[in-house]
């Protein structure tokens, strides 16, 4: 929504147009009603090589496929779509920058999520059946977990006062780029994930009886360090934020760039360093129901308990969440999610070089190491 308010003022100075006013009441609406808006930008992209209007198939981008007196009617599909399935609207746009053949794919607008003609289809997850099972301890997490859903937009109309953007090629790179430093400093959010399996880490260290080797402390400070470094850059975005002609705040594109830079590597550093932790039984423990069998639960609890005084049960289940947060459910948002969501690591470095000032630095070693006559080229 932030992102489009910005766009949508700077398109409405370039072109004469209405989108923001139209935006305007949207949101009002939105917040009238307490509704939950999912933003829907990755498309399913084809040969990632080519612009949306020369790929083979045209719908693998969203597109206008018609214009009608009170609307427009959309195809295509958004993949990997995290909140629209539990929202009650979502926000399409296009998800790169776009040239002037692409004008039918330069498209944004609001679609409720009930509409007929949108369906939705699960994606898959590791160990997500597990999820099925009664007893809830091999899950791991019982209280949490998300899902990513397939959108399809089987020719949709949509009125033209939810559309906020229509044809206008030459801004889609902007929203892009505002809408992302939104996301990728709202990434501040996998630390408080990192904290829970920071917390497993050390739990599952002190029920082995290890907590207090010198090497176990050690990487529970390196996990601490990574955790609170990725908080840090967030919050340092968001702190760093400045108001926008359009009348609201955007945070540093730089520093919300390093925030989810950081983030597509630290939580698998901290992942890595938890199983360590853990030790090999993550991986190889038996199921609940052996554990409660009555011909073999006894032996299990006799083999797999660890320090004295310690309950297996719940050894067992701090074993689960941690391979839960690794390998299982939840490790889609905690690492996958993390590598990929609000883009891919290129796609924050292409920023990193933008924002970088590499020639202002430049020239602050110049000057304090003495160097004559002008700056190289290279
Ligand atoms: C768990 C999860 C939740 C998500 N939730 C949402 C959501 O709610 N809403 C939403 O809109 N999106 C969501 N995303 C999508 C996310 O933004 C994309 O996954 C991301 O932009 C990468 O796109 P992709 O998955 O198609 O990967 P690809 O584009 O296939 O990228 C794969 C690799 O190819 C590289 N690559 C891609 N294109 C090029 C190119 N032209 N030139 C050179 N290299 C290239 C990439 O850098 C990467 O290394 C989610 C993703 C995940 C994994």
């Known amino acids: ?37 999912g933003g829907a930008m990755t498309d399913p ?36 779509q995290t909140g629209t399935l539990n929202s009650h609207w979502m926000v399409v746009m296009p998800g790169q920058r776009l040239g002037a053949a692409d004008a039918d794919y330069a498209i944004s607008a609001a ?5 007929p003609r949108v369906s ?9 059946t597990r999820s099925m099972e009664p007893s ?16 399809v937009l089987d020719d949709v109309f949509v009125p033209y006062d939810r559309v906020f953007m229509d044809g206008e090629t030459e801004f889609a790179a902007d929203l892009v780029e505002r809408f992302t430093a939104y996301h ?4 501040v959010c996998k630390a408080g994930v990192g904290d829970v399996l920071i917390g497993a880490a050390a739990e599952i260290a002190d029920m082995n009886g290890v907590a207090k080797a010198s090497h176990i402390k050690d990487k529970l400070v390196e996990m601490t360090h990574l955790n609170e470094t990725i908080f840090g850059v967030g919050i340092a975005a968001s702190m760093s934020a400045k108001p926008t002609p359009a009348g609201n705040y955007e945070p540093d594109v730089l520093l919300a760039n390093i925030c989810k830079h ?43 308990c660890a320090a004295p005084g310690v309950d297996p049960d719940d050894r067992r289940r701090v074993l ?24 891919s690591p290129a796609a924050q470095r292409v920023l990193i070089q933008k924002l970088g000032q590499i020639a202002e630095k430049r020239g602050y070693a110049r000057d304090i190491a003495g160097c004559g006559g002008a700056c190289s080229k290279a």
Request: glycine share 10%; charged share 25%; net charge negative.
């Open 120 to 128: 939705y289809i699960l994606g898959r997850q590791s160990c997500d």
């Open 184 to 187: 990728r400093r709202s990434y």
């Open 262 to 304: 950081h983030v597509t590597r630290f939580p698998y550093e901290i992942a890595r360093l938890a199983q360590d932790l853990a030790g090999g039984v993550v991986v190889t423990m038996p199921s609940d129901d052996d554990f409660n069998s009555e011909e073999i639960g006894a032996i299990l609890k006799k083999y797999l």
């Open 45 to 80: 992209k084809g040969d990632r090589s080519k612009p949306p209007h020369a790929q083979e198939d045209p719908d693998m981008f969203v597109r206008v496929v018609d214009r009608g007196p009170d609307g427009v009617v959309l195809r295509g599909a958004k993949v990997h």
């Open 111 to 115: 679609i409720p999520v009930d509409d």
């Open 320 to 343: 689960r969440l941690i391979e839960n947060m690794t390998m299982g459910r939840n490790a889609v948002g905690y690492l996958a999610e993390s590598m990929h969501g609000a883009g």
């Open 1 to 37: 929504m932030n992102a489009s308010w910005t766009t949508t003022h700077l398109i409405d100075a370039a072109h004469g147009t209405a989108y923001q006013a139209r935006l305007k009441a949207f949101v009002q609406h939105v917040q009238s009603y307490n509704l939950t808006v």
């Open 136 to 151: 809830g301890v091999d899950v791991g997490n019982a209280k949490f977990g998300g899902q990513e859903v397939t959108v």
